[in-house]
């Protein structure tokens, strides 16, 4: 009796194990066959940590999103366009601005195209491919931007315009001291002002932005992106004190 109950777990677990290799080795071509699918309904791009090198792709998991996935080709010298040549890869997501956005990191020892996807509303929503860069353009980091705060609680970020090239968008977000998000947006111009929208193409808040508490501390972080998702310069966390 316990050797049919030893030999029982076994394949439980062997199975299991076949069915970890089976999902890690699915490709995007046969994860989405036959489903209900959305194209460039996630929001995603990736940077190249500043420190290890590494590349960290950011995405913005939309409320009641599930099972979200990460997905690379080999090189960039495949068809960016063809479900078959991404490759899921299992990787821990985790959370920014405490779970606002989400984050994968991969080392990666060369360029590859990158997809992000979920579950929504009964479709598999898929990213645009992202090109990563990190051998022929390594993420810039920086804290250089100018902040007006001339008109009360409501402060002005002036950056360089396109100080590295080929950008395509500008993402900004103000956050608080506890890193909880109040503003996220983007601009094609390179300035916004909290709590203005009159030139923001896109914005993620999902709840009216709240005012700032004067003489609080808080943090504004950018990412310039470039037309295939890649992040040419991040400003992180650059604090300052309401005024």
Known sequence: M?????ISILLVLL????????DVLQTLQTYTQGEKIEMGAVIACTA????SGAILTFYYPEEGASDVRYYETDNVEVKNDDFSNYTRVLLNSEP???????????NASNEKWI???FKLDGEIKISNPIR?????????????????QSQSGMPIFTWQNNAFGDNAIYFQVVSDEQGNLLSGTYTYENQFQYYNTSNVVLNITTETAPV??????YNFTLMDVSE????????????????
């Not at 316990?2 to 030893?6: A, D, P, Q, T, V």
């Not at 199975?15 to 089976?22: G, K, P, T, W, Y």
């Not at 920014?96 to 994968?104: D, E, I, K, Q």
């Open 132 to 148: 990563s860069k990190q051998i022929t353009k390594p993420t810039v980091w920086n804290d250089e931007v100018i902040i007006d």
């Open 2 to 6: 316990n050797k049919i109950k030893y």
């Open 15 to 22: 199975i299991s194990c076949s069915e970890d290799n089976d």
């Open 96 to 106: 920014v601005f405490n779970g606002y956005l989400g984050r994968f990191t991969q």
């Open 212 to 217: 700032l508490s004067i003489g609080e501390p």
């Open 228 to 243: 295939d998702n890649w992040v040419n310069l991040v400003i992180l966390n650059k604090n300052f004190i309401a005024q």
């Open 115 to 117: 997809i992000v996807t």
């Open 48 to 51: 190249s940590d500043k420190d």
